[in-house]
C-alpha cells in the first residue's frame, strides 16, 4: 500500500502485557512521529524520529518506546500496558523538502482492560 | 513552556456564514499546520504556513499567519454542511505541537 499505514487497526489487550503498533510509510520521509489522541487533550506527541537510528521523546513519552532501524518503519511499543494508555495513537510522516507537510496514518484504537 | 492555544473551541455556525478560528503561540516559529478531522477518521492536512504574512486559501478556508503576533487565522467563508469537522492548527520546533482543536457544527 503507498502512503503511510498503520497496524493493527484495533487491539483490546490486558494491564501489564506489552503492545506494539506497527507504522510504514512508503515516500522515504525522513520524520516519523507518534501522537495519542484522548478526549479533552487533543493530540499529544509521544516520540518523533528524525531519521533511522534518532529518536528524540515528545509531549508524553513515559511508558513508551521506539525504535527506528529502518527509514519506512517505526514500531511504538507499550512494554507494560496501563489503562491510562487506552487511546487512538496516529503515526505520521513528514519529509524535508518543501512545505514540510506532515500526513497522518489512518490511526490505531487501542483499549487497555 | 510552549502553548499553542486555539479558540473557540466549539463553533456552530449556520450555513452562509463567514467565521474565523484563532490560533495563538507562545514562542517563536515560522511553521504553522492546520488540520482538519471528520469523527472517527484520521487527520487530513490543510495548509502548512512557512513564513510571516504567509496566507492560503483553498475552496471556502483561507489560513494567514502573522508570526510577530504569534497568530494564524483559518477563515471561513460562507460556511457548508461539509466543512462541519474539528480543526486543529499545529506548531513546528524540533517536535509538533497541536491546539485543543475547534470543532465546528455548519447548521442549515
Known amino acids: 500500500d503507498a502512503g503511510i499505514t498503520q497496524s493493527p487497526r484495533y487491539k483490546i489487550t490486558e494491564t501489564g502485557r506489552q503492545v506494539t503498533l506497527m507504522c510504514h510509510q512508503t515516500?522515504?520521509?525522513?520524520?516519523m512521529f507518534w501522537y495519542r489522541q484522548d478526549l479533552g487533550h487533543g493530540l499529544r506527541l509521544i516520540y518523533y524520529?528524525?531519521?533511522?537510528?534518532?529518536?528524540d521523546k515528545g509531549e508524553v513519552p513515559d511508558g513508551y518506546v521506539v525504535s527506528r532501524s529502518k527509514t519506512e518503519n517505526f514500531p511504538l511499543t507499550l512494554e507494560s500496558a496501563t489503562r491510562s494508555q487506552t487511546s487512538v495513537y496516529f503515526c505520521a510522516s513528514m519529509g524535508v523538502a518543501g512545505d514540510n507537510e506532515q500526513f497522518f496514518g489512518p490511526g490505531t484504537r487501542l483499549t487497555v482492560l | 513552556e510552549l502553548k499553542v492555544e486555539q479558540n473557540p473551541l466549539f463553533l456552530s455556525m449556520q450555513e452562509g456564514k463567514n467565521y474565523t478560528i484563532y490560533c495563538n503561540y507562545s514562542t517563536t516559529s515560522d511553521r504553522l499546520y492546520w488540520y482538519r478531522q471528520d469523527p472517527g477518521k484520521s487527520l487530513e492536512s490543510l495548509f502548512v504556513?512557512?513564513?510571516?504574512?504567509a496566507v492560503k486559501q483553498e475552496g471556502r478556508l483561507m489560513a494567514s499567519l502573522d508570526t510577530k503576533a504569534r497568530l494564524s487565522t483559518l477563515h471561513i467563508t460562507a460556511a457548508v454542511h461539509d466543512l462541519s469537522a474539528t480543526y486543529f492548527c499545529?506548531?513546528?520546533?524540533?517536535?509538533?505541537?497541536f491546539g485543543a482543536g475547534t470543532r465546528l457544527t455548519v447548521k442549515p
Open positions: 499545529a506548531l513546528r520546533l524540533n517536535d509538533m505541537r
Open positions: 504556513l512557512l513564513s510571516n504574512g
Open positions: 524520529s528524525a531519521a533511522a537510528d534518532i529518536t
Open positions: 515516500w522515504s520521509h525522513s520524520y
